[in-house]
């Protein structure tokens, strides 16, 4: 492999690897505009330009490979501090003062780099900056909005739409000082990737329709996460303010989800800001039969309730999961359920439209189920028909049977586990069935009419406010932190399962999730060899020698126009 | 087929114009390669300028996205957005035909059809815009009428000029 | 001197030229003929020695462009001969074009059977309509004669030549903006390298070449390369030379020479000075070529010549400015030119053309100030070297000898606040 050095640190990179790469890797950053590893490259924007021994004119540093051995190149010379000054200054030349309007604020390129690399002061004093009337604010789709004055035509968004779409909405219109980007007359950018052209965009030309004007970045708190919109498992960043979500952003796997995310998980923390949240453990006075009076209790109380109808002979216990489930929570639920001797699990989802993110060197990876972790929750114990580890035959109480059907009368108590199992959970005809069962007992964060209708309602954090795990479509494992505490009463999942098993049996008291996750690697023959602490940070493959269920395969996304 | 399904017409390039282009096509190893041949047949069918559903029209002969086709047209100063006359001058205006008096021909198409640049007559007889340079220095001041040039121009040449077009 | 033929331009003037059969009489094809029989290697030998430079601008040795072609057989290679004419002051590739269709498609031919190219396409700029009709006539009458097509000359060698007409853009005569026009996109210059001999057109290696060079090549041919190696200045100055020279001359035209005539030869030969004014600058090589003054009347109209007085040959676009010329007037037109013609991919460019435009503009109409000749030369230094091809260099090279060379004159134009040239009616009234 050919070496380069760069400002005196010599470092060896595979052949083709361009000077803004290679750079990185010994810890120098040439900024550039145009240049991203996932989209061609055009050499446009020419911030990058590097003085290379031996040639006379500055090269620039991303349209230049490196083939063999013996290239010098300096970035700390005169030379090019003057060319990027010259050409930050060209860059401001047309740009609008918008700063204290603009979205980018506190995460712009034009911003960063001025600071770095440009000057203080305009010498463009006697001249009308360019404009583009009526392009201030042409929403370009659903979810994106242009504002062409501010652009400073990289050509990223076109190119993203040319290249890993390959849907060709945007174009570059017009030559010279009047070029624009746009779409053809009357139509619109609407791929399920639209919004990544909001990320990959320096400035702020393009905004995100749901975030404009949210909140200011720099007093967001960033952490990662990971969506919950489907089983692909894109990894996120929560961005936050005191436990606020104003958005999320994809963060980079190249194992998962590349670069980018869909715009409809983009779009899912919307449904934790605007669904009723289950605030405090809730009660139903016995009797009644199911239409008593419900009052708030405590966690001790509500625990108890549960531990005792769930203890001694039950006749039929049935356990509604959910895709959203960690793989943890769902391990103790289907411990739960071992105590009850019940084999009457199962994982509902819902199946909505594919959502299907593009990949470097591999195929597209797609999801089609609407909740990250139906793997997840069914491998670690709430797979249907098993108990104990054993296959269990005879009539079993699936979802089928409990949301379409009336299993549910059958059972001596349901637990579900989830109060948003799927939309089913908001149906009403859906609640009266569950409803039939003597005892219902509803864990959530949603205040959903199944919770309201629940004997005991349990409020646990969104996926934001726990840590755990997904699977996800590739079978691959993959664990999140939690991004902010829960409010008041509401306890992560894994707590209040720890503490309703513990009045079970002593050893299952004070489990933390990883302690979870290790307990699960141990016995479940998927996960084995995995520990919560080493887990790599882009997440692990599982073993799935013998295990029955769906294939490692992606599907394609028929109708998306993503190959 | 129910009566009230809504009917999307797109519009198309005449049959004989198709044929000119298909003819074209066998020039080039690509289909996008036609394209600059193919605006100009389709500027021609159109009366002289591109409309949206000419570029669309044209963006669905050579199976190219309309986004990528009309980033082709606004490229070029050939092809024109904006309706124009029957008859469309450019008149050259760069250094050579500056220096032999391109402004005062520009002064008199002004004066004579009594538009500004880059207008359309009432009678949508002519529309004349200014252009950069021709290639026909050695005659100037010069302009472009249609497809023809017209050189060694003087302010009366001009006037006869536009009495000959209809 | 000795009288000098005419080389190119022998056929203007002699319409029965147009056709295979008059172009044959006077010689045509021969070259051809001749080349068809000889390996194709020595046929790039033989035009590498000639010296000939390129004559669209660059003066890159042709034949050693030539010679960059990769000789394997697995992609198809293609000459395009660049004919999109569009530096202003130029005119001399229409001339040949219209008068002489057979000379350039002879000369495509010779280059297309060197560099084993099955497909030419001459890009003709959209403007040159009578032009591009005179080649479509040729071309099909080549045809017809067995001159193109499956055999060349009954040789076996298959050839097919096509016109692809522009539509209207200056930076489409740059090589790579050329080659992304003739694919069907927007003309934007690539990135270089890779250079057009290993990625061209369609992804395969392409020669590139002016008109006017290609015309140069059946001659070479025939008469041999020590020939044309005696017409010109030096070995690497050769061959005959059409200049295009327009302005303030009294016969604007082109006329063609031994490279190397001298400007005040060239300006006798097309009349003199216009109504017998006083020369006060001329450019040498197109819009792009910085201004030379007056007192350079004697210089050698060649590549080296002309490059070490401070300017460029070019594509020897020669435009003459008399006494009343107003010099900030003149560059402030050109570098609207450029501001037009940028593509508006690179930064530097795009907004440095632009940058320039409204400052010559401010001080044309009196409105600059003491720092405008600074700050202009400041433009000129960020964009030169900076931009991705060279439509940035050639932006500069006026406005940078207008401040160098006439600074009197923009000092003249911030003290006074207005222009100290008045405006130029050069028709009477019922003219």
Redesign the interface.
Known sequence: MPKVTINDRTVEVEAGTNLVDAAMKVGVQIPHYCYHPRLSVVGQCRMCLVKIEGMPKLQAGCSTPVVKDGMVVRTDVPEVAEAQKGMMEFFLLNHPLDCPICDQAGECGLQDYSFKHGVAYSRFQYEDKRTYPGRERIPLGANVLLNMNRCIQCTRCVRFT?EVTKT????????GARTEI??????ELNNDLATCVVDICPVGALTSTRFRFAERVFYLDKKPSLCTGCEVGCNITVEHRRGSIKRYKPRFNVDVNDYWMCDYGRSTFELYKTTPRLVTPRVRAEGGNGHSPVTPTSWKDALDAVARRLRGNQETVAFLGSGFLTTEEAYLFGQLADLAGSPHRSVPVDLGDPHTIPRHGQPPISGREAAPNRRGAELAGLAPGIADGKAMTGELLTSDELVHGDGASRCSALVVCDSYFSRAAYDPAVVERLRKAKFLVVFGWADSPLAQAADVALPVATHTEKEGTFVNVEHRVQRFDRAFPAQGQVRPGVEVLSDLLSRFDAKWANLSAGAVFDRLAATVPAFAGLSWHTLPATGAPLHLAGVPGDAIAAETAPGTGIE | MSVSEPQVKRAVLPEAARAELDEIRK????N??????A??IAQREWGGWLP?EA??AVAHE?A?????????V??????HQKPVGRHRI?VC????C????S??IMETLHQELGVGEDEVTPDGRCSFIHF??????????MM?VD???QENL???RVRQILKGLK | MAAFEPVLTRNVGKPEALSVRGYRQGGGYEGLAKSLKMEPDAVIEEVKKSGLRGRGGAGFSAGLKWSFIPKGKDK?KYLVCNAD???????K??LLMEHDPHQLIEGCAICCWAVSAATC?IYI??????AAATLERALKEAYEQGILGDSVMGSGFKL?M?V???????ICGEETGMLE???????QPRVKPPFPAVVGA?GSPTVINNVETLCNVPHIIVRGADWYKGIGTDERNTGPKLY?????VER???YEYPIGVTFRELLDGAGGMWKGRTLKAF?PGG?SAPILKADQIDIKMDFDTVAKAGSMLGSA?V?V?DET?CMV??VA??SK?FN??S?GQCTPCREGTNWMELVLKRLEHGEGTERDAQLLLSICKNIGGNSLCALGDAAIGPVKSLVDRFPEEIHQHVRDRACPFP?????SN??
Request: hydrophobic share 30%.
């Open positions: 040319q060709a909405e945007l174009g570059f219109f017009n030559r746009g779409t053809f007359p009357g139509k | 020039r080039y190893p690509t996008e390669a036609a394209l600059l041949p605006l100009h949206d570029i669309e050579l190219l996205a309309p986004a990528k086709v009309y980033g082709v606004t490229f070029y100063d050939l092809y450019r205006t760069n250094l050579s500056q220096l032999r008096g402004e005062e950069e340079c021709l290639g026909s220095c050695d005659t100037a001041p472009m497809e023809e040039y003087t302010p009366n | 198809p004419e569009s530096e202003p002051g130029t005119f590739d229409r396409y700029r959209g403007e040159y309509t009578q097919d096509y692809h007409r522009g539509a209207g853009a200056y026009s003739l694919e069907g996109k927007r003309g369609f295009a020279i327009s302005g303030h604007p035209g082109t450019i819009a676009a435009i400015m010329t007037r003149s037109r050109l030119f037009h013609e593509c405006k130029q009616r050069y028709f019922g003219a």
